[in-house]
């Protein structure tokens, strides 16, 4: 009897064991199987004239230039903007808000909007800025990753500044520096790492959004660097590439994908290498 | 001891007496700047706040003229027709809800299973590489998730399961009618799937986050009465995660009802009512990705505009939910 209940109770934490060992076989077999398609369907793609050429018409020779310079153009400029509003909402929520109520409504929504779907980001803009001004932009689509980035660098700044230690406010205080003084020299710079970490993963974030790109700075076939007309953007060119009829034009849906994909694993895995050391504070 | 700064107390401290006129009275440099420092950090604040009210606004407005003239019809009306001016969104609202369901359902437990493995089983070598590994997946951005299901996913699951459940169902049975469609890989379980795929590592990773924080202690005294690891997980971790871990499963949720692009990629974006597990659909998102950018007229964009709103609703529900259960032990 009591041989049996133990033989029951080791066949049941076996077939446990042998479930969490699936589940992981079948994401890591998700990932692989990702990585596998890419390699297969984009690199064979891959050449000089993807990064000097401009998006074909159906039919002719052409690479992704206008693409990748008009995502680098609309993902630098939304990151400056980003981390200039995230590090001051960040600072304010670890250093003066003394967590009043408004700070916590301001965190509150600060986590929703961090998580809320980027195609209502994308309305949101088209309504504030396209529509009133009668045209498609570039900034209209930066101010829409903007919007997407922002939440991240606020989360990840008041994560870290909360991380350092009082002494080092107390230091500042000592010294007769006045707050603010205290908190760009020896706050900021303390956690510095931090704050970038969150950035770069802010970066590889929006650099793969399609969705708030879609009706703010639409697509242009051409090459431009006017930020104030519509704007080419990878992850735009791929998703109407992809679904073109055109056998070349799904080729260069396929190499825009393995560039997208391995630039954010690439940032991914590089913010991963970095904060593997020991932060500084 | 006498040490209080000169011009507090109106006495003249003793050592601060001798010391000339400028330096007593010196206030550090940039003192002026303290106020209007603090004012630009509280306005950014204040900005991402006013962002997500502007959401509310801009929605409400633009979606209005939808409200007005289709009432409640607007929810529960599947007709969706650009040509004669009818919008019922019926259909996008259940495809959105049918789909995250149906990803959750797929997602969960193996989310729960990696999640088990990489805290319990895990040979430490491999713990790190196994664990980076699950949160790439989660880097990947959802346009390579769909792309992915539609030239690679989508026809294998047509040909290898689809087209053999739909040519071994007996005619006139309940098995019929749930697998019914056009065996295309565009469908509402493939777009559920892809979306489990993409849920799956941030549940993961929450969830793993989540069981590190019971105390080995008392996991390892589960350990030592003789509890199998399927005892100690069931009565002693999760027990210990309850809360949180129904706020990580709410957030997977809330990234899966949110979706766009991976879905519009494998839904077949037909408007009607999903009326069984292989028929086309369509989403909230996938029907305003498809649709604005060349809205027909202003009550067509009033009607997604409309759409948009209904999903942030449901989006921000799940979403406050999930936040308040987790309380601040949450991801970015």
New interface residues.
Partial sequence: MIFDRRGRRSIKAGLFVAFCIGSTAIALTALAAILMSLLVEGIGGLNLQVFTHSTPAPGSEGGLANAIVGSLMMCATAMLGAVVVGVLAGTWLAEYSADSHYAKVVRFMNDVLLSAPSILIGLFVYELVVAPTHGFSGWAGALALALLAAPVVTRTTEDVLKLQARTLRESGVALGAPLWTTIRQILWRAAGGGIITGALLAFARISGETAPLLFTSLGNQFFSLDMGQPIASLPGVIFNFALSAYDDWRRLAWVGAVLITAAVLAVNIFVRVLSREPRRS | MESRPPGLSGRTPITAAAAPESIRRAS????A??PV??G??????????S??G??VV??L??GWPAFRKFGFGFFTSVRWNPVTEVYGAAGPIAGTLITAFLSLLVAL??????A???T???PSVLRRP?G??????A??????????G???FAPAFAKYVQLPLLLAAPPGSVWEAVVAGVPNGANILTASLILA?MI??YM?ATLRELFLTVPPRVRESAYGVGA????V?GSVTLPYVRRSAIGAVM?GL??A?????AVT?VIGNSHGFPNSLFSSGSTI?ST??NE??EASSPMHSAAL?AL?LV??LI??TV??LA?ALLGQR?P?
């Fill in positions: 550090p440099r940039g003192a700047f303290d420092f603090r630009l950090c509280f306005g950014a604040a204040t900005m991402l706040l962002a997500l502007g959401i801009a929605l407005i633009g437990p193996i989310a729960f299973g990696v088990v493995f990489l319990e089983f895990c196994i980076v590994a699950v949160e790439l997946l880097g990947i951005p959802s346009i390579v998730y769909g792309m992915w539609l030239f690679v795929i799956l590592p993961a199998t690891p399927l005892e997980v957030l809330g990234r009802l949110g979706e766009t692009m990629f998102a305003i990705a604005f950018a505009i948009g999903l942030f989006t921000f979403l406050a936040r949450t970015v």
